[in-house]
């Protein structure tokens, strides 16, 4: 039996249209939205797409097109020349094409347009007479000349520039537009001899040879190595390769009657349903683009030609209609006829995207939950934070760019000290904290500020910490800032700015602005609350907030977290009395003396937190025993030092000592975490004391409280059995010296965080009542990358595709994925139903939601205002399953 | 059908002896041995062994003894009391029996002896005569009230102790024995209120209810915390319980016809085959070990009594005929009469079991493998290093105790820099450089110094690692040591030691010790090269070593290393000129700057490397690129960096910051490995070189260079690709060249050291040649333990048995080896037969390397002086398998 061969080209146009049925897989999706336009009666200049088949036979040939392929083409070609009576290559009214690459999936790499084939040295003369317009025929050539020599030879674009740069020398032309006629007949010579030095053959005059190894090309475009690179990092599996298309040219730039526009279906910004772009009179799209000359509103359509606006209103309904989606269009008007050049979906602001989303659902074009997938959960940040207007950033003189530590966008005037920040804001002023890191000491003024900003320090940095638990503003890490704090000043390469010079940090960004950039203040809508109500009823996880303070935990609440997943203990030790005692403790040399110092502490802790689970009532509070090593509790200067000593009557060299004693080469892996409870048991027991004694208080007050108490960096079962034991006895013990009988329903339960504790999550289960995967912490080890440390080598991994994406923001679900999804079913495996969290920063971002929505975990945590995005990111993993 | 009940007791002596069938697993140890001793015709005081079984039984019964097993436990005293014409708790010559727990493995935590059971305050009086000593007779009284109270009835000794003491006080007495017998008379009736007071029960003066009571508690002991907890970390699963051995007592301390004594049936020390021991006459066993007298070597009891030493000696042969060990063995003379009390293997040093094997082999005893199995690996450290006399130890005044960081002995006066190291040792002085940490400056001194002593820094700093490649004694991190370096002095714990005081440092153990310790240096003797012939012989493992220069390379090879697994080349840039350009390339700002410093570099690369192929030729040498942070190789004191800045010629401000900005928060976890090749390419580019240049150099001189090229510290498979690539281009670079075109069978491979390499292994494997699992940063990882800082830690987690054993001394098999078997079997997966070794510090640790015997690795790589014990190591792993 013979094999029936598949069908290789599909054309679109008047004669027929093909493509409709055939699928983004054959088409792509370039392709199969010329088909759909076509289909749908809208005017599109004709074509035909050759398939992802062809390009897929075209590597099992080992690199050449299927026999039959260009009489095929031929043929296409062929109606063609019949539905626009025009002829390919002909010396009186030649037929041009364009030819761009086209799969399935968007793909950056692969082959860019190219334009005017069909142009030789006979038909350019006949686009001459056909345009009456010699100039624009030449110049239509030597672009083809360039194009083609640059994306299908591969010779390089400077050859090229070289050779133009002489003409425009000659003719003394400061633009390309500067240069007459001539100039452009002479630059065609020059180019074709560029062409035939570098290629060894002269430019073809053939259109079908030009098509031939276009098709080429754009087929071999499809396996370089940053093609081939993308689609791996991206995981694009399974794709047949890429479709070409091959389109007859329309021009807006052949006189007053022609011109070309770009528009969106709706307010890409706001969302309004009211049709919004821009149209430039005699020209290319490119020029819209370039912004070399200013295009006119889209209404402003009606004066110049109202029946071609008529008709663009009309088609934006049709394709509003047939996508049910808000479309981002190009067309172009050649001599009064439109033409639509491509239709996609289009880019939307976070707002846009809340209020298309309701509007369409209202309107009946889609569904709930099609609605809630059409919100990029990401974008809804703009609606929760101040941010800067585009206008301001597209204009804003940027200095330098720092770690995007905690977003939103502040502007104000710099405070080098915490204590001048605070008395600056007092008298009304707005202020950014500008500082070298900031320490403990610092909270009031960064309190005080409205952004924060560090030369030094990552993304995990105490400055950072702190201002994305505010929902504050910061730019961390900005190594180019170099501070002067007695002199009031700061300088950026070679620039300096004093107390009084006002300056504008992006903290989604990191960016850095000299002066005051606009700023525009979010306002939540109805819509917003109505989005997030949906992604309440189809998200299978739950989502809570990591927070360390009623006040954030009440914010949380209000965004709709559902517990707190992690609250660190150890940001409760830095302020006033605490402190110090909590330094008393770390310089104690005997169990009796820290138990001393502890005692001092505990009123405090059990204060928190008594707040927090009045602000939390009815919902669970996952607390976290202290953390951090203890060095960074003590102080490291000598003036503190000193003080210290003061305070505890012992020598400033003691103290000095003991914190030489305490510095660690990489405290990221030392004496922290349970660690510290194994050494000094006395800590974890006066952390217990104040939990169980504040949920027994609220209980008294019948405020339901309800704790979990989870110990972290635990890498071995034994050390969890320990302290676990340890725990359990704390809250026997307080029951009994309280004489309180009821149950507290306290759990007991772990972080998962180093890679061995996932590695014998099954061992470790045995001793937790709950997991909470730390991924920051997880990635530092799988990775073994320092976060704090890592931007001296990051920026290089991304640029050079190394690294997708920041591990530290979008779980590594290869690797340290594998790790979670062990310690889920090695847990579970032991202890069927256990729960399962993750407090990690992964826990607000949308695609690691996705992930751990995929391995089964039971809710995810992230800081107050990831929240909504967490809720909606919750909802599309489940619908999108 | 009627259960057939399984024989609960087995009776030894001259009646009969039941057991010797009946295996250890029912017996246990003790009860086999016993059994043993008494079948082939030994003179063992009879008793019988009660199975483990029993033991089984009871916690199935819900803690209570069989039914039967009483009336069984009388049968048997009755045959014993046949036997021995003695009566339990009879008033006139009443039997006495000990109690004890053993089960078929030797653990700690479990039930002690039990001696002199049946005493009543009847039989105390028959005891009393049948020995015609009263004194006697009531101080085996009290002893048995005193432990039957503590071990079985559970009293504090300490309550014991206070009625002794008032006794004491009574009588005057300075020590026990100085109390006369009425003074013991009436310590019995104060021991007995002391026991009711804490029980509510008299002392049990029925014999039949003391040994029950002490059977329950020899079974209960199986389940103690610790019992239990032993048997968790040492993997011991599948035992029933214990067995209870109830032996009839035999006293030593009769008379002057009655003596005790312990000895060997070879000497342990040297492994010659003379029998070695001691004996006391008129003494119990502990007065032996107590040395309160001193005791005859037992070739002195000739003189005492021939007849009894005569029979001794026979009873030895017999014995090392029966087990085919040297045995270790205790035995009491009651009265004249000859009795064997325990045999075991005997525990003997490194030397001793290398005689004695060898010596076995030759006397038929056993054959190769099992002689070689009887060789504990770690022993053979003894054979190749000096070390400390144990009696030199035992009287040594230790100061304080740092990290064994390189074994040895060594004994000299402290010498405070590198320089006057050099110079005194220069003079014929034995200099110990005494440093806070080394650093690259350092290594001339530290060559010329017969140890080494730091005060801070881990297993992996400078000092410790340089110490270790040359075999260097060396002591790290002994934090009470403070170093006054101006006044060349240095204090511990309040006492000072200046540059004329001598000291001792123990490289194996970290002690740091006042005065000249006696030292005894190693010669190797036949049988050692003989043991090592047999282990290469039955090892399926190479090994490799870990090794950086020419002369290390040599030794190792000497030591019979099959290859270089681990050539470091970060040192080399530590010596002379090369640390300048090593800075100057750091410093440098562009990359042109840095090729050119590198540039300089080359030439001391390639010659190294030439050395290094030409001690090694035929074997392979892996050669890993550059690894540590940058940071390690500037200066850090103002007054280098100024050094720096002038021969630089740029200011010393520019040098310090540099500096600063290399400093990173985790540098384990920073800018490091293959990181550095990623944004400095032009560094692996010269490395590569070199080592191209050498390989070519080296066969033009007709020397066969293996190299093997190894990327560190590689996470995800994008990296090793690319730098893959630009090790090959660099190599066909080198090769165009210098016009060779013959094969150079470079292998590019990678370190597996970052969990996710592990983790991701299927798709590094598709770049590598082979992988080296980098265990010490695996395990840093794995754990997040820092190896320099884990010390604040360690000593807690190791004495409350939360880790078994320090993980990087031994491989964790459980979490780190579970990457390790995951990367192998991943790897393997996509590269059939892929080469995998390890070069981490575990491949030369016995127990790690049966760990990689077992998951199929093809070599380990370890320092030159362990490469004997890992040879002894894989043949052991194989042979047990």
Known sequence: MAKKTAKMTYYFGKTKTEGRGAGKEILGGKGLNLAEMTGIGLPVPPGFTITTVVCDQYYKLGKKLPAS????????????????????????????????????????GMMNTILNLGLTDVSVEGLATATSNRRFAYDAYRRLINMFGDVVMGI?????????????????????????????????TAYKAVYKKHTRSAFPQNPIDQLRLAVEAVFGSWNTTRAVRYREVEGIRGLLGTAVNVQAMAYGNMGEDSGTGVAFTRNPSTGKNVFYGEFLINAQGEDVVAGIRTPQPVVEMRKWNKAVYKQLLEIKDILENHYRDMQDIEFTIEKGNLFMLQTRTGKRTGAAAVKIACDMVREKFIDEKEALLRIPADALTQLLLPSFTPAGKASADVLTQGLPASPGASVGYPAFTADEAVERTAKGEKVILVRKETSPEDVDGMHSAAGILTSTGGMTSHAAVVARGWGRCCVAGAGEVNINEKSRSFTVNGRKFTHKSLISIDGSTGEVMAGSVETSTPTLSGDFSKVMRWADKYRRLDVRTNADSPADAKRARDFGAQGIGLCRTEH???????????????????????????????????????????????????????????????????KSQKELARTMGISPAVVKARVEQLHEFNPMLGHRGCRL?????????????AIVEAVIRCKKKRINAIAEIMIPLIGTAAELKLLKGKVQETIDAVKARRKYTGKLNILIGTMIEIPRAALTADEVAEHAEFFSFGTNDLTQMTFGYSRDDINSFLPDYLSQEILPVDPFQSLDTTGVGQLVDMGVSKGRSVRKGLKVGICGEHGGDPASIQFCNEVGLDYVSCSPFRVPIARLAAAQAEISK
């Open 156 to 188: 390089d674009h400077h050859h090229f520039e070289e050779a133009f740069d002489k003409i425009k020398k000659k003719y003394k032309a400061a633009e390309d537009t500067d240069v007459p006629e001539e100039g452009l007949v002479e630059l065609v």
């Open 69 to 108: 392929l260009m009489d095929d083409v031929a043929k296409n070609i062929r109606t063609l020349e019949r539905e626009l009576k025009k002829g390919f290559g002909d010396a009186k009214n030649p037929l041009l094409v364009s030819v761009r690459s086209g799969a399935a999936v968007s793909m950056p």
């Open 572 to 638: 409760m030790f830095f302020e006033g009395d605490r402190i110090t005692a909590m330094r008393e403790m770390i310089l104690s040399e005997t169990e009796k003396d820290r138990r001393k110092a502890l005692k001092k502490l505990l009123p405090f802790q059990r204060k928190d937190f008594e707040g927090i689970f009045t602000a939390m009532k009815g919902l669970p509070v996952t607390i976290r025993l202290l953390d951090p090593p203890l060095h960074e509790f003590v102080p490291h200067d000598e």
């Open 677 to 689: 409870s194994i050494t000094y048991p006395e800590i974890l027991e006066m952390q217990v004391t």
